[in-house]
């Protein structure tokens, strides 16, 4: 055995270089949720602000106010804003009737749905390796 070999058998392992790198790739993720968070924050609902939802809203906020939730009258006045409400769900992520799709089988994750969170790669963490491997 050499001085050189000898050197390094005498070193103790220092796992803050691993913990850095964890450390680091973790805030990496975090930053991309934040990222999506602040655009959904910032984005929130301004459709209503723009035709054809706009004028829509103005009219029957007022009405769905004064009428008692889930009455007849109410489900009337929501039917009546089926335009605006059909373009603001398609516009809007945080409504459940963007995601999902009516047909005769049940209820679907839409296609646009899919689509928008299909990045061609998946990257996934595989503990036993020690890195990120990308998946098809």
Do not use: C
């Amino acid at each position: 055995m050499n001085k050189i070999e000898r050197i390094f058998l005498n070193m103790k392992y220092s796992s803050e270089a691993e913990t850095r790198k964890h450390i680091q790739k973790v805030g990496y993720y975090l930053l991309g949720v934040i990222q999506r968070l602040t655009f959904r924050i910032t984005g929130h609902d301004e459709s209503k602000l723009e035709e054809p939802e706009k004028s829509i809203f103005d009219k029957y906020t007022p009405k769905l106010a004064d009428s008692t939730y889930g009455s007849k009258q109410y489900k009337k006045f929501l039917d009546e804003m089926k335009p605006a409400l059909q373009v603001h769900y398609t516009k809007n992520r945080h409504h459940p009737e963007h995601h999902f799709i009516k047909n005769n089988y049940g209820i679907h994750i839409s296609e646009e749905e899919l689509e928008e969170y299909d990045l061609g790669e998946t990257e996934k963490w595989d503990n036993k390796e020690e890195k990120i491997r990308k998946v098809d």
